[in-house]
């Protein structure tokens, strides 16, 4: 034979009655009727005050934040861990707002990697001499200048082959959804 027991935390008076005129906050009925209310309501009143959590990507349940995601424009990689993709949701609005730079860049693959990369602008085409040479900040000395391209290089830790080709094509695709559409960039990973 099993005897179970439970206990029931029920308030002496109903918390809705504050709001009734006072004729009827002494009416045991009307106490008990409101008691039920609350008892119905009540979840979804604290729902309603917590509102707050289900935004903050850094406290939200993990089945709201690939939903959250979507109302950035983001789609979250499954194989992230889960700190990744809290963190990366909770810093794309500043991520958005630097979208096309170096810096923005930098910034996203150094969240992906945990590692800085170095990036480095090819300015305008190399210098000349003759009569349609100009000068200015948008000319460039050397080799190897194009315009509207850059190069990368990573420096990460030595992964098997499998892992190193899925880690080269997620960086591939961070680099092509955040750089300015019209340029190039070179890519050099090197694992120690």
Known sequence: YVRETITLLIPGR??????????????????????MAESMWGPIE????????????????MGLLRWYATWV?????????EAKQRRLLS?????????GTPGGLADFLELYTGVKPRIAEKRARNFTLGKSALLGPSIA?????????????????????????????????????EKP???????EIFEY
């Open 73 to 81: 424009d983001l789609a979250l990689d499954p194989r992230w861990p």
């Open 181 to 187: 559409a019209h340029t190039s960039y070179t890519l």
């Open 46 to 61: 604290r729902q309603i005050s917590d509102i707050h959590h289900y935004f903050d990507p850094m406290v939200m349940p």
């Open 14 to 35: 109903a918390r809705y009655l504050k709001f009734l005129p006072s004729i009827y906050r002494d009416d045991a009925l009307i106490g008990h009727i409101l008691m």
């Open 91 to 99: 810093k794309i609005v500043s991520f958005y707002r630097r979208r």
């Open 141 to 177: 000395l050397g080799t190897d200048n194009v315009p509207h391209s850059f190069s990368i290089a990573l420096r990460l830790p030595q992964v098997p082959d499998e892992e190193a080709e899925t880690r080269r094509r997620v960086i591939e695709s961070i680099i092509e959804a």
